[in-house]
């Protein structure tokens, strides 16, 4: 999943530790079907609609994304 805007990191995987390529401010993670993460990121800048969506072709092709509202 990639989240336009602002970087991130990774807190948590799938409710358990993070794996070793989660460390760091990453734009993009990998995630296994069903499989979540937990982030931290902030939008210091920015308020109003965000889009985050799905970095696999096929996926991106069937609409896999989604907007959120930040807040000041």
Known sequence: M???LSPFQVLSRDG???AATDHGWK???DLAPK????VA???DDYA??????CHNL?????A????FQTHR
């Open 64 to 67: 896999m994304m989604a907007t």
């Open 48 to 53: 109003g609609r965000c889009l985050l969506h």
């Open 58 to 62: 096929e996926h991106e092709d069937m």
């Open 16 to 18: 358990g530790p993070v």
């Open 27 to 29: 734009d993009t993670v």
């Open 35 to 38: 499989g979540y993460v937990d």
């Open 2 to 4: 990639h989240i336009h």
């Open 41 to 43: 990121i902030r939008f």
